[in-house]
C-alpha cells in the first residue's frame, strides 16, 4: 500500500525502544505497533528524528522498519530516510519500500538558504530515491533551520509529483496551512495531505485550518486520534476541552533536550515500553523532572483517566 496525498488521521512518531544497555527492544516494538493499531491509528512513521534514527546502524533501522511494517499489516508504514548523504537515503529507502514501506521521510539539511537549494535538493532526492516512492516533505525550521515558504512548498510539489504528503511542523504555522490550502483552492497547487507535527501542540486549530491529521509522537497518541476524530465529526468545543485538559503535558513534553526522555519515562510508565532508556549519547532525566512529569499525570488524571497510572 502506497502512500497518497489522500491520507488522514493520526500516523504516530513511533519512539524506538532501548533497553538500558542500548539493545534494541523488540518485545515493545510489537507492544507498541498493537497499541497504535487498538486507538486507530491510521498508519505510523518510523525512524523520525525523535526515533532516534541517527544513532542506529543501517541494518538496525532497516530491521526495525521491517518489524513495524509487518506488524502493522495493510496500513501505511512511513520511513524516514534523512540521511547527510544520497547513498544512505538511497540504501535505506530501496531496503524499507522491498520490506514494504508505504513512502519515506526526508528533511532537508540544514545547509539549505535560499529557496532554489531547497526546490533542488529535494529534486536531487527524488533522483537518487526514485520517482516512484512517495515521499513526506518534513518542514522543521525550529529543529533544521530551513525555512519553506508556502510558495517553496508549492513548488516542490507541483515540480515533483512524489511529494504527497506535508510533514507541517512550521511555529507559528496556521497561516502557512491557510496558505497551501488557499493554493489549492485557487488552482495553484495540486492536493496534498496535511498532518501536523510539533507534539500536537497546536493541533486543535490546526484541524480547523485545514489540516488532515497528526503525524507526531505526543506519549498519549490516543488523544491526538480523539481530537482528530472529534474535529472532523465537528464537535469543535469536546475537541477543544480534550486538547486543553491535555496542553500542561503537551508544553512539559515539548521542551529541546528532554522531550524524549519524558515522552519515554510516561509511555514507560503507561506499559508500552519496557525501559525510558535512550540508546547514548542521552541526557537522562533528573530526579526533579520525574517528580514534575508525576504531578502532570496527576491533575491530567482529574479530566482524562488514561492518566490515571498507578503511583511509582
Known sequence: MLLTS??????PIAPTPFFDDG???????????????SIGATGVTVLGQLGEAPKLEHSEAVAIATQVIRRFGALPVVVGVSAPGFAAMRALTREAMDAGAAGVMIAPP???RTDDQIVGYYKQAVDAIGADVPFVLQDYPLTFSVQMSPGVVRRIVNELPSCVMLKHEDWPGLEKISALRGFERDGSMRHISILCGNGGLFLDYEMERGADGANTGYAFPDMLC?????????RREEAHDLFDAHLPLLRYEQQPGVGLAVRKYIMMRRGLLSSAAQRQPAAPMSAAARGEVEHLLQRLARRDERAGLPPV
Open 6 to 11: 489522500d491520507v488522514r488521521g493520526v500516523l
Open 23 to 37: 539493545a534494541i527492544d523488540i518485545a515493545s516494538i510489537d507492544r507498541l505497533c498493537d497499541f497504535y493499531l
Open 110 to 112: 540544514n545547509t539549505l
Open 226 to 234: 480523539d481530537v482528530v476524530r472529534l474535529s472532523a465529526a465537528g
